[in-house]
């Protein structure tokens, strides 16, 4: 396992609550500077549980690819633990790329069941609550379903 010089870093940083003092810092700053309403700090008490700031944000990167591969495949992963930090993030990362292209595609499949929805009350083929709430047409959609049923 060869680790990049940022791991070797946070590996030699022993000093593990000063390191998360220091997170907090620039999170509280980032906040404030962004103007956040809401924002979550790293527990001072984690400090004890971990040797080295590389074993905290190995075991935080853990955490979010569980977090990651449910919001991706609808239960908890677990990632190899022969994985680096960094490439614990690349999992992450593509998971997190994965999830948002799924729930994209989720939306423009809604959308146009939406639409046909609309299509079928307007040809009168449905009524409109058909799809559990009441559906209001413009007059034009009215019309425009009809056109395009006879060929318009």
């Not at 190899?80 to 930090?85: A, E, H, I, N, Y």
């Amino acid at each position: 396992m060869t680790l990049s010089s940022r791991e070797l870093g946070l590996l030699r940083t022993s000093d593990v609550l000063g390191y998360i003092q220091a997170q907090n810092a620039a999170r509280n700053a980032q906040a404030k500077a962004e103007g956040w309403t809401f924002w979550t700090l790293m527990a001072e008490s984690l400090a004890s549980e971990y040797s080295n700031a590389y074993e905290l944000e190995l075991c935080f990167a853990r955490g979010a690819y569980s977090d990651t591969h449910k919001d991706w495949a609808g239960c908890r992963g677990s990632v190899s633990p022969d994985l680096t930090l960094e490439q614990v993030e690349a999992e992450v990362e593509k998971l997190a790329t994965w999830a948002a292209e799924e729930y994209e595609a989720e939306q423009e499949w809604l959308a146009e069941q939406k639409q046909m929805e609309r299509d079928q009350i307007a040809l009168g083929l449905t009524d409109s609550m058909s799809c559990g709430e009441e559906v209001e047409l413009e007059e034009w959609e009215v019309y425009e379903a009809k056109a395009e049923e006879v060929g318009y």
